[in-house]
């Protein structure tokens, strides 16, 4: 896709500053989200900067280098997934400092670059809260995402999120909770294994691991998730047995 180069990052950070609402930064931190270097340009007046920019790679590195919170969001949004490298990969999972950044640039960017399998597996296991964090909501959206993918690349998921469920931080625990629930909502063999795993993991003696176990476990049985796993596969063709609602485990 050609790039358009009408718009500097001088120009565009102008823009942003014109969007700019110190009120709602208050609010923003309430949620967790990190107020410095923040202007609190909400996220529909981001989407609109980005359309009127269009796909930019290059604006994308020159709005990151500022270091403004909202302008790295925007360059998740704006970046294209073809022109990205792993050392851009590693170099911005390195400088997230905030949930809501970390998210964006993983859904808006870093799932459609060829590269995020491998991230997914390699940032779970780093240290980083949030570079650990990237990896499960990698693991997450690439769960609905990637509609072609095989069941055994979700598999290969589970083990990573029983060991990480111990991590006691918020950020971290929500995102594997996020993941275990979403790949378990793919399909009915990946349900049972979710299920399965998260019983695994609920079995674990870490307060963090149970939440996390007991808050997929809703969701994975719930009654309506199963019918409507079931009913997408029928569509296609294969049967299974109905579900029995088994009593799910409360921390």
């Known amino acids: 896709m050609k790039e358009n180069v009408n718009f500097s990052v001088d120009y565009v950070i102008k823009r942003l ?70 050392k851009q990969m590693e170099q911005w999972v390195g400088d ?3 949930w809501d950044v970390c998210d964006g640039v993983c859904m808006n960017l870093f799932e459609k670059v060829p590269l995020v399998y491998e991230k997914a597996l390699g940032w779970s296991s780093r240290d980083e809260e949030f570079v650990k964090r990237a990896g499960f909501v990698l693991m997450a959206r690439l769960a609905v995402s990637d509609k072609e993918a095989d069941d055994k690349k979700f598999i290969t998921f589970f083990p990573y999120i029983k060991k990480e469920s111990a991590d006691s931080r918020n950020y971290v625990r929500k995102a594997v909770n996020w993941a275990l629930r979403q790949i378990g909502k793919r399909n009915v063999n990946l349900n049972k294994l979710a299920i ?45 047995k109905p579900f029995i609602s088994h009593k799910i485990l409360i921390c």
């Open 96 to 98: 997230f400092d905030s």
């Open 196 to 240: 399965k795993t998260a019983e695994e993991i609920y079995n674990i003696n870490c307060k963090s691991a149970r939440w996390i176990a007991a808050d997929a476990l809703r969701e994975l049985k719930n009654e309506k998730i199963q019918k409507r796993l079931i009913d997408r596969e029928k569509k296609k063709g294969i049967k299974h």
């Open 17 to 86: 500053k014109s969007l700019s609402n110190p009120g709602a930064i208050e609010g923003m931190t309430r949620y967790g989200i990190n107020p410095d270097k923040n202007l609190g340009v909400s996220i529909p007046d981001l989407r609109q900067v980005a359309r009127e920019t269009g796909k930019n790679h290059k604006l994308a590195n020159e709005l990151w280098a500022t270091g403004i919170h909202d302008a790295r969001i925007l360059a998740g949004m704006i970046g294209q997934p073809d022109e990205v490298t792993e």
